[in-house]
């Protein structure tokens, strides 16, 4: 027997059939039906088959029927139980995949249906897509409640999923995720709520790493339309411990978003930064990392996607040995519009230190808008026992590769004794102070458009050709030039603490560069200045301790030393040449391998000599800053 029918069936305005084939005979029946319409899905090239002499009409059972189907190009096949009374319009189906992984009950009589998964493999489902994907599997187990007459499905308990891995491309990669899935979807209304809680298993997109193991997160979508085109997504991702995320956008048809709308909660920063930052920190270079307090960042779109952010931060705390920065009890809010005037901002904090430098309570009213920033009035930044005042600080163009900053501000006087002391260098008396010039930023090269002046050491000290580069990034630079007139030399000899020079100190570093908090490259020499009113004089101990640094002798007997403290001195004068970690010393009447560093005068008259041109730098600052002086 065969029959061959071409028709379309309407059901109703969703259900619709066509291109109907119908054959049998004593080993089995089957059917074709090219297309089945559900709305503006659909079902193609379905092959029914039942095997024994069993009648179609008008009362259909088979047991262990086999069908295939295509949906979207993916062909499914499955075994099917039926039973069809065609006059009473009463059935029943039971529908499972070859495997009894999924298995789909429904009934004529029961408004709505179940679909079971026992550890359904959701690899199955996509082997035909493996050219767009590397890969995706995983193992599901619960129950679906289907309403096919409104085309709807959800779930009473969670669905269990496990070993779930999915690999889109190398910046996105899910290993072993385990958890729970409840769903809520209506196919007629176009509506889906989704309900995910992860509880295991690892992340990777792009930069960003996640071990759900230790970072456990509940995903809550909710997606509606009003036309059947445009749709509404409301999105929450949250952690008990540390994170709540929100989210409010618009999709198209062509799924671009639209007038995005995203809060982010982080109330404990440090268990954040443990699980998810620090992966990102990394990265970057600011690896280990310490964090604890909050922040909350609400990013909205008004013109342009996320063209305005507001950050507010409460009882916050960060700290990164590497790159020396610290803040303690940063509180306020950061409001920021891309093209617009924004809020004005209003930041304090306890403690604030860049580049090693601590700045103590103090707080800064601003405003950033667009890529201008403006500081708002005069501030007084206290550090140590003086302070830094900005008098009026702007920087335009922010977000450009040439940064232009207009600044009016001076150092008031701040001890050396506590910043030499805080930088772990020699400890020096006297203070600093002094005005800063106006910058310019291009790239990561902050330069400084005109002379640093400071007053140092009881002298005058100006940096011209100032340049910071990565300032707070690995591996900063700094290169200057350096010149000073009429140091203290007794303050800065009491620093190393080798016995008193006095007598006044001039002297240019031409060429300086420093790398990594390192010196790596300068041109330097350094004298002294006759100046009325002020001894030149050296004592017994420097002369020792300065002879004891290698290659240099003080010319002068014993017998000598022992009756006398101190001596007279005509002029100091030693140079340095460094490159390649090698610096070529010179000083008064270089001649061969000799050069003299301390020039005497008067009864007893001494001389220091160095008899080394060459020396290793690090060697030599090593041994003039760490000697033992005191022994």
């Not at 139980?81 to 529908?95: A, P």
């Not at 100046?531 to 010319?555: F, M, P, Y």
Request: charged share 20%; hydrophobic share 40%; glycine share 8%.
């Amino acid at each position: 027997m065969l029959l061959i029918c071409s028709l379309s069936v309407h059901a109703d305005e969703r259900w619709n059939f066509s291109g109907l084939t119908i054959n049998g005979d004593d080993s089995g029946v089957g059917m074709k039906i090219d297309r089945i319409s559900i709305g503006d899905n659909a079902v193609s090239h379905l092959n029914y088959s039942c095997p024994g002499a069993v009648k179609l009409y008008p009362m259909h059972t088979c047991d262990n029927a086999f069908i295939e189907f295509t949906v979207n190009q993916q062909v499914y096949e499955a075994i099917l139980d039926t039973k069809l009374n065609v006059i009473d319009k009463q059935w029943v189906v039971k529908l499972s995949s070859t495997n009894q992984q999924l298995i789909l009950n429904l009934a004529s009589e029961q408004p709505t249906g179940a679909v079971q998964l026992k550890g359904f493999e959701i690899q199955n489902l996509f082997k035909d897509h493996q050219n767009s994907l590397k890969s995706i599997n995983g193992i599901f187990d619960g129950n679906l409640v289907t309403d096919f007459q409104n085309l709807s499905a959800k779930t009473n308990l969670p669905i269990t999923f496990s070993q779930f891995n999915y690999e889109y491309s190398d910046d996105l990669i899910v290993a072993d995720l385990s958890g729970e899935l409840q769903v809520n979807f209506n196919l007629a209304n176009q509506t889906l709520n989704l309900d995910i809680n992860m509880t295991a298993g690892e992340m990777l997109l792009d930069e960003l790493y996640v071990n759900f193991a230790n970072y456990p997160v509940s995903i809550k979508l909710e997606l509606t339309t009003n036309d059947g085109v445009n749709y509404q997504a409301n999105l929450s991702i949250a952690n008990k411990q540390s994170l709540q995320l929100n989210a409010r956008l618009n999709i198209d048809d062509s799924f671009n978003w639209v007038l995005p709308m995203v809060s982010i909660d982080v109330f404990d920063s440090h268990h954040f930064n443990q699980n998810i930052l620090s992966s990102v920190l990394g990265i970057y270079g600011f690896g280990k990392t310490e964090m604890s307090g909050g922040f909350k960042l609400m990013i909205k779109s008004a013109v342009m996607p996320f063209d305005f952010w507001k950050i507010q931060f409460n009882d916050y705390y960060v700290l990164n040995n590497n790159r020396k920065i610290q803040i303690d009890a940063l509180d306020g809010v950061v409001n920021w519009h891309r093209n617009g005037l924004a809020e004005n901002s209003l930041i304090n904090w306890d403690t604030l230190v860049l580049a090693g430098m601590p700045i103590s309570q103090a707080a800064m009213a601003f405003n950033f808008s667009e890529d201008h920033f403006k500081l708002l009035d005069s501030h007084d930044f206290p550090i140590f026992d003086g302070s830094i005042q900005l008098n009026e600080l702007t920087v335009d163009s922010m977000f450009s590769s040439s940064v232009g900053m207009s600044l009016n501000a001076k150092v008031l006087p701040i001890s050396l004794k506590q910043i030499t002391e805080k930088l772990g260098w020699p400890v020096m008396a006297g203070t600093i102070s002094g005005d800063i010039p106006g910058m310019v930023k291009t790239g990561s090269v902050i330069e400084f458009l005109g002379a640093l002046k400071l007053s140092v050491l009881e002298g005058e000290m100006l940096i011209e050709n100032l340049s910071l580069e990565r300032l707070f990034g690995v591996a900063p630079v700094i290169a200057a030039d350096v010149s000073f007139e009429l140091f203290n030399l007794s303050l800065l000899t009491e620093a190393f603490g080798f016995g008193e020079i006095t007598g006044r100190l001039s002297g240019v570093i031409n060429q300086l560069r420093i790398t990594n908090w390192k010196t790596d490259r300068l041109d330097a020499q350094v004298y002294t200045v006759k100046t009325k009113g002020v001894k030149q004089t050296i004592s017994q101990r420097a002369i020792e301790n300065i002879s004891s640094l290698g290659g240099i002798k003080g010319a002068i007997s014993k017998t000598f030393l022992r009756f006398f403290d101190d001596f007279s001195y005509q002029k100091i004068k030693l140079s340095c040449k460094l490159h390649n970690s090698v610096c070529l010393i010179g000083g008064l009447k270089n001649q061969n391998n000799q050069f003299v560093i301390v020039e005497g005068g008067g009864i007893p008259k001494i001389n220091i000599v160095g008899y080394i041109r060459t020396i290793n730098w690090e060697e030599f600052m090593d041994r003039l800053l760490n000697a033992n002086y005191n022994n």
